[in-house]
């Protein structure tokens, strides 16, 4: 298994939630061990994620 580091961004639903975060990464094939918001714009989040990937 490897570990890769990658921001994504999400659409801003103007609510976010842990549940809506971790939908939109699995929707991305995202296996994520552990997940941040590191920016927050008008549209879009930017979400440093740790994918684990096999």
Known sequence: ???VS???EIPNN????TEYIETELIKRN???L????VHVSDKMYT?????LKE
């Open 47 to 51: 979400v440093s994620v740790a994918n």
């Open 1 to 3: 298994m490897n570990i």
């Open 34 to 37: 552990r997940w941040a918001v």
């Open 6 to 8: 990658e921001l994504i």
């Open 30 to 32: 995202i296996n994520p």
């Open 14 to 17: 103007h609510t976010p939630t």
